[in-house]
């Protein structure tokens, strides 16, 4: 006889972990017992060799699904005699560092019983077990049990308590078990947010949304708009009550068979698409996709959900099958509502009906987006579903560290031990409410996760929010604080996500980024590892006229580049006014409001301009887009070897050695295109031509900096890498030159990794040079 002690790191509390262990232990017939301490979980078990050696194998081969094991380790101890298994209370004392699982779709045991009109929970809108359903967004605090989530209200039926104290339950201590006897219930709203006396519901909903109607429906993280996706009328009106001119709605289908009649799809699409994270994935559409002309304006990729609440599952299934636009619960670019009150308010106007429940919901989360790209998942914002699954650090933390991330597309990230909690998406900090839930949410991170952070790390941009919150925060504790670059923190991210710890190449392309020359960077090529960088080159600098207006005017950087140039554009100048069109040179003569930027997502959206693709913008990234699919669609029609193009020219300055980076000289790249376009060539042309001239530049730029270090790893990181044609392209090319090379797959490539970045920098800074590695 032997015995056992095992200690267990990882996503393995209220994932159904401990009632595992006790059956699996049970079939074994072994004894000992299974108990949460602190963030982990302990083991001790008794028996022969054999049976102790299979249980180990099978804790990792055959856990639950909601389950991850970052670590296993066991010792052996005295055998004590016992005779049976059992699940323990955790001791007071080791309450700790609790690893959440993420909110999960339904699985397929409660999803049998949502449409099993034997079984008691039949039809109930929150149906789920230690496999499935709600976690961050109900969570109140620390540790996580029940009256520590919003569940807290709703005491259990007798028949309820007794699956929850059943060890050979699947609802075995899940916490947010429920059923129609002792559970939250659906609730009928008017468009002004009075009662609608109504005898289902959800019946009530789902046939004003056959009749036309817009409706907002109280979900798992916050509150959807949605309509028929195949009713123009509806989708029309959406998009002008929300103020949503032209940005891809998203679209919810009952299954992956509704889905392939609407798009194009790959194993690993629906692999993503049907996994328990059910994220929206963005795939091409089909050409005769039935739905409204106004989904996805100009757009070839559609964003497709499944269902992925019991509620989802019955408003889907009482639709019939037709698809719904299930897009965020707000107006244009606003936080997404989650609670009754401020829904009712903000969506007036907007929604027709409400379908609104009362679980609250205390932490807002909205959908996550990602896509595959080269067979490899590549996340476009990570939240629901994945957050706040942990990270593997490169290194150990010494201290707890609090990284604030960036101003748009917000996320924080906490690093304890060998984790990095990175946060669910959380919007951009110019918006109030998404700051107030920034600062809200970090405080219940860190006592979730049992963090007081005594080094807090933030972008070195001065007028960044997330900025002024670190400066007060770090003011308040007396702790040390950290300013990172922020193309060295997209740099190290991807780094992060990998494991990467050597010095490496960081191919950094983004919209803007505070420089440390106080210029707007955005096209950089950085030499370095966590602890420093270097600039080893940058794309020209050119004006920025107008500032944050040239975002949304990609003409004004047509303007720009072409003026730098020494170019006109005949078929650009035709569609400017001619007095704005003055008014704007000048601005640039005189540098006025027009500050100097290196950025490489200004300069595709100089070429989308020049091409004819598109002058102004009505969303973030729109004309790069375009642009890429344009780029796209013409791989597509022209077969390698039968028609191909070749690139525009481009010089790199200081290219032999010296103390100052390198510059691509993108002159000859914007003359070439002007000439294209002045001669009619055609816009897919064009930007075929310019995607692979930025591939060249890429490659170039890389074995340059090759010949003279010995590096031969490069990563790509920025939110221009979201182009998955450049990404593709670029890492193939760089392979076919012999570099190394890692893409985002963890966190996205845009704003949204920053935080990852900071932390790993931070953690590395602090480290002696004999530190973790």
Same mark, same amino acid.
């Given at each position: 006889?032997?015995?056992?002690?095992?200690?267990?790191?990882?996503?393995?509390? $209220?994932?159904?972990?401990?009632?595992?262990?006790?059956?699996?232990?049970?079939?074994?017939?072994?004894? $000992?017992?299974?108990?949460?301490? *602190?963030?982990?979980?302990?083991?001790?078990?008794?028996?022969?060799?054999?049976?102790?050696?299979?249980?180990?194998?099978?804790?990792?081969?055959?856990?639950?699904?909601?389950?991850?094991?970052?670590?296993?380790?066991?010792?052996?101890?005295?055998?004590?005699?016992?005779?049976?298994?059992?699940?323990?209370?955790?001791?007071?004392?080791?309450?700790?560092?609790?690893v959440i699982a993420p909110d999960t779709a339904t699985c397929e045991d409660?999803?049998?019983?949502?449409?099993?009109?034997?079984?008691?929970?039949?039809?109930?809108?929150?149906?789920?077990?230690?496999?499935?359903?709600?976690?961050?967004?109900?969570?109140?605090?620390?540790?996580?049990?029940?009256? =520590?989530?919003?569940?807290?209200?709703?005491?259990?039926?007798?028949?309820?308590?007794?699956e929850y104290e059943d060890p050979t339950n699947r609802r075995f201590h899940?916490?947010?078990?429920?059923?129609?006897?002792?559970?939250?219930?659906?609730?009928?709203?008017?468009?002004?947010?009075?009662?609608?006396?109504?005898?289902?519901?959800?019946?009530?909903?789902?046939?004003?949304?056959?009749?036309?109607?817009?409706?907002?429906?109280?979900?798992?993280?916050?509150?959807?708009?949605?309509?028929?996706?195949?009713?123009?009328?509806?989708?029309?009106?959406?998009?002008?009550?929300?103020?949503?001119?032209?940005?891809?709605?998203?679209?919810?289908?009952?299954?992956?068979?509704?889905?392939?009649?609407?798009?194009?799809?790959?194993?690993?699409?629906?692999?993503?698409?049907?996994?328990?994270?059910?994220?929206?994935?963005?795939?091409?559409?089909?050409?005769?996709?039935?739905?409204?002309?106004?989904?996805?304006?100009?757009?070839?990729?559609?964003?497709?959900?499944?269902?992925?609440?019991?509620?989802?599952?019955?408003?889907?299934?009482?639709?019939?099958?037709?698809?719904?636009?299930?897009?965020?619960?707000?107006?244009?670019?606003?936080?997404?509502?989650?609670?009754?009150?401020?829904?009712?308010?903000?969506?007036?106007?907007?929604?027709?009906?409400?379908?609104?429940?009362?679980?609250?919901?205390?932490?807002?989360?909205?959908?996550?987006?990602?896509?595959?790209?080269?067979?490899?998942?590549?996340?476009?914002?990570?939240?629901?579903?994945?957050?706040?699954?942990?990270? =593997?650090?490169?290194?150990?933390?010494?201290?707890?560290?609090?990284?604030?991330?960036?101003?748009?597309? #917000?996320?924080?990230?906490?690093?304890?031990? =060998?984790?990095?909690?990175?946060?669910?998406?959380?919007?951009?900090?110019?918006?109030?409410?998404?700051?107030?839930?920034?600062?809200?949410?970090?405080?219940?991170?860190?006592?979730?996760?049992?963090?007081?952070?005594?080094?807090?790390?933030?972008?070195?941009?001065?007028?960044?929010?997330?900025?002024?919150?670190?400066?007060?925060?770090?003011?308040?504790?007396?702790?040390?604080?950290?300013?990172?670059?922020?193309?060295?923190?997209?740099?190290?991210?991807?780094?992060?996500?990998?494991?990467?710890?050597?010095?490496?190449?960081?191919?950094?392309?983004?919209?803007?980024?505070?420089?440390?020359?106080?210029?707007?960077?955005?096209?950089?090529?950085?030499?370095?590892?966590?602890?420093?960088?270097?600039?080893?080159?940058?794309?020209?600098?050119?004006?920025?006229?107008?500032?944050?207006?040239?975002?949304?005017?990609?003409?004004?950087?047509?303007?720009?580049?072409?003026?730098?140039?020494?170019?006109?554009?005949?078929?650009?100048?035709?569609?400017?006014?001619?007095?704005?069109?003055?008014?704007?040179?000048?601005?640039?003569?005189?540098?006025?409001?027009?500050?100097?930027?290196?950025?490489?997502?200004?300069?595709?959206?100089?070429?989308?301009?020049?091409?004819?693709?598109?002058?102004?913008?009505?969303?973030?990234?729109?004309?790069?887009?375009?642009?890429?699919?344009?780029?796209?669609?013409?791989?597509?029609?022209?077969?390698?070897?039968?028609?191909?193009?070749?690139?525009?020219?481009?010089?790199?300055?200081?290219?032999?050695?010296?103390?100052?980076?390198?510059?691509?000289?993108?002159?000859?790249?914007? =003359?070439?295109?002007?000439?294209?376009?002045?001669?009619?060539?055609?816009?897919?042309?064009?930007?075929?031509?310019?995607?692979?001239?930025?591939?060249?530049?890429?490659?170039?730029?890389?074995?340059?900096?090759?010949?003279?270090?010995?590096?031969?790893?490069?990563?790509?990181?920025?939110?221009?890498?979201?182009?998955?044609?450049?990404?593709?392209?670029?890492?193939?090319?760089? #392979?076919?030159? $012999?570099?190394?090379?890692?893409?985002?797959?963890?966190?996205?490539?845009?704003?949204? *990794?920053?935080?990852?970045?900071?932390?790993?920098?931070?953690? #590395?800074?602090?480290?002696?040079?004999? *530190?973790?590695?």
């Amino acid at each position: 006889m032997q015995r056992r002690v095992i200690s267990i790191h990882g996503t393995v509390q $209220g994932v159904g972990f401990r009632p595992f262990v006790y059956t699996l232990a049970s079939r074994l017939n072994l004894a $000992g017992f299974v108990k949460n301490h *602190g963030g982990s979980v302990t083991i001790e078990v008794e028996g022969e060799s054999r049976p102790l050696d299979d249980f180990l194998s099978k804790l990792v081969s055959q856990a639950p699904p909601l389950a991850r094991i970052d670590g296993l380790t066991w010792r052996p101890t005295s055998p004590v005699g016992e005779r049976q298994f059992s699940i323990v209370a955790s001791d007071d004392h080791s309450v700790g560092a609790i690893v959440i699982a993420p909110d999960t779709a339904t699985c397929e045991d409660c999803l049998a019983e949502l449409f099993d009109p034997a079984d008691r929970r039949y039809r109930y809108s929150f149906n789920n077990c230690t496999n499935c359903g709600p976690r961050l967004t109900i969570v109140t605090g620390a540790p996580y049990d029940r009256p =520590r989530t919003t569940m807290a209200a709703f005491a259990m039926c007798d028949a309820c308590r007794a699956e929850y104290e059943d060890p050979t339950n699947r609802r075995f201590h899940a916490q947010p078990i429920a059923c129609p006897v002792c559970g939250p219930r659906l609730e009928a709203l008017d468009a002004t947010g009075k009662r609608v006396d109504v005898d289902d519901a959800l019946a009530w909903f789902a046939a004003a949304i056959r009749e036309g109607q817009i409706g907002a429906m109280k979900g798992l993280g916050g509150y959807h708009l949605i309509c028929d996706a195949r009713n123009d009328a509806a989708v029309a009106e959406l998009r002008k009550r929300k103020h949503r001119d032209e940005k891809p709605f998203a679209v919810m289908v009952q299954n992956a068979a509704a889905a392939y009649t609407l798009c194009e799809i790959s194993p690993a699409e629906r692999t993503l698409l049907e996994s328990p994270r059910r994220p929206i994935v963005l795939m091409r559409r089909r050409n005769d996709a039935e739905l409204a002309a106004l989904i996805a304006p100009r757009n070839h990729f559609l964003g497709l959900m499944l269902p992925y609440t019991p509620l989802h599952h019955l408003l889907l299934h009482a639709m019939a099958g037709t698809p719904l636009v299930m897009t965020s619960g707000n107006r244009s670019d606003e936080p997404i509502a989650y609670d009754e009150p401020d829904a009712i308010e903000r969506l007036a106007g907007i929604a027709d009906v409400f379908l609104v429940h009362n679980r609250p919901i205390h932490v807002r989360c909205d959908d996550s987006v990602t896509r595959i790209v080269d067979g490899v998942e590549s996340p476009v914002r990570r939240s629901r579903g994945y957050a706040p699954e942990p990270i =593997r650090m490169p290194a150990m933390c010494d201290v707890p560290i609090l990284a604030v991330g960036a101003q748009q597309k #917000s996320t924080f990230a906490l690093g304890v031990e =060998r984790q990095a909690v990175v946060s669910h998406h959380l919007g951009d900090l110019d918006h109030l409410e998404a700051y107030r839930a920034f600062e809200r949410d970090i405080a219940l991170y860190e006592q979730l996760f049992d963090v007081k952070p005594a080094l807090i790390v933030h972008d070195q941009h001065p007028d960044y929010a997330s900025t002024r919150y670190a400066i007060r925060r770090a003011t308040e504790l007396g702790v040390e604080r950290i300013a990172v670059q922020h193309h060295h923190a997209h740099m190290a991210s991807c780094m992060a996500e990998h494991g990467l710890v050597g010095p490496v190449i960081g191919v950094t392309f983004d919209g803007t980024g505070y420089g440390t020359d106080g210029a707007i960077w955005g096209g950089e090529f950085l030499i370095g590892d966590y602890k420093q960088f270097e600039r080893a080159a940058h794309l020209r600098y050119v004006a920025l006229p107008g500032g944050d207006r040239a975002i949304k005017e990609p003409w004004r950087m047509a303007i720009s580049h072409l003026a730098d140039a020494g170019m006109t554009c005949r078929s650009l100048e035709g569609r400017v006014d001619a007095n704005t069109l003055r008014a704007t040179r000048q601005m640039i003569e005189r540098k006025f409001n027009s500050p100097m930027t290196s950025s490489a997502g200004r300069l595709f959206d100089a070429v989308a301009a020049i091409a004819g693709i598109r002058d102004t913008v009505s969303t973030e990234g729109q004309a790069a887009i375009e642009l890429e699919q344009l780029a796209s669609g013409w791989v597509e029609h022209h077969v390698a070897g039968v028609k191909s193009v070749a690139s525009y020219p481009f010089e790199i300055v200081n290219a032999s050695p010296s103390s100052d980076p390198m510059v691509i000289d993108t002159r000859p790249i914007i =003359r070439a295109a002007a000439e294209d376009a002045d001669a009619g060539v055609a816009s897919a042309t064009i930007a075929r031509k310019f995607q692979l001239t930025m591939v060249d530049v890429i490659v170039a730029l890389c074995i340059a900096i090759r010949r003279s270090t010995p590096l031969n790893t490069v990563v790509l990181s920025g939110g221009v890498f979201m182009n998955a044609l450049l990404a593709t392209e670029s890492a193939a090319h760089l #392979s076919v030159a $012999g570099f190394k090379v890692y893409r985002h797959q963890l966190v996205p490539p845009n704003d949204g *990794g920053i935080s990852l970045g900071q932390l790993a920098i931070a953690n #590395s800074r602090r480290m002696a040079p004999s *530190g973790d590695a």
